[in-house]
């Protein structure tokens, strides 16, 4: 049998992240992580948050001025196998659960 390209792009995402445990960024005090969901319903929030964790000014808003929340919600009706959405969601609920 064959897999579809958004089970093989789901895949992907999920051992990219397996990585990040793996390796335990989680735990590393330089790896700071945000929700994109917040990154682009306050970008402005979020950058001021990531830019002071790199102990660099904040140049402004313009930074984020074509940042937008139009994507969030994008893909929900998108079918993945069941197995692949299991371990996909537990691993988002883990990163969730691990963020700064």
Request: aromatic share 10%; net charge negative.
């Amino acid at each position: 049998s064959s897999i579809t390209q958004v089970d093989a792009a789901a895949l992907f995402w999920w051992v990219r992240n397996q990585l990040y445990f793996q390796q335990n960024l989680n735990q590393n005090d330089r790896v700071y992580t945000c929700q994109y969901e917040s990154l682009v319903t306050d970008p402005i929030a979020e950058m001021k948050k990531i830019y002071a964790f790199l102990s660099i000014s904040y140049p402004g808003n313009h930074i984020v001025s074509d940042v937008h929340s139009h994507s969030i919600g994008k893909g929900k009706d998108i079918q993945l196998a069941e197995e692949i959405k299991a371990i996909c969601s537990s691993t988002l609920e883990q990163l969730n659960r691990s963020k700064n």
